[in-house]
């Protein structure tokens, strides 16, 4: 089961895609050599999409949206474990028809 905070998905995410990187700075040293230094991790970034259907597919959206709070919240998921992170994005692709809400959503873990 995949959870966002207060919200357990009712289904899981269709896509889920999650980026590691580092802060990388380089420069040109005087010889015309590249210098190259890590400056540490950043933060995961967590990207997924997918469908709530059923009864109330714009109810679940709603429950999601309401966690766009500008907060931290944990993000629970059975491979990546629990990670905490900040919703930066989540837009609804359609209108709720025939039962059916397409959705995608962006997390950033908060080092």
């Known amino acids: 089961m995949i959870q966002y905070g207060s919200f357990a998905f009712p289904n899981d995410p269709e896509r889920l895609e999650i980026t590691y990187g580092w802060k990388v700075v380089s420069k040109e040293t ?9 400056l540490g991790r950043l933060g995961r970034v967590i990207e ?4 709530f259907y059923g009864d109330s597919p714009a109810a679940s ?8 709070d500008g907060q931290a919240h944990a993000f629970s998921h059975p491979v ?14 359609e209108q709720a028809e025939n039962g059916i809400l ?5 997390l950033l873990e908060i080092l």
């Open 102 to 106: 397409r959705y995608r959503f962006r």
């Open 30 to 38: 005087n010889t015309g050599a590249w210098q190259v230094r890590l």
């Open 80 to 93: 990546y474990g629990s990670i905490s992170a900040c919703m930066t994005e989540l837009v609804s692709d």
């Open 48 to 51: 997924g999409e997918g469908i």
């Open 61 to 68: 959206f709603r429950s999601l949206a309401a966690l766009l």
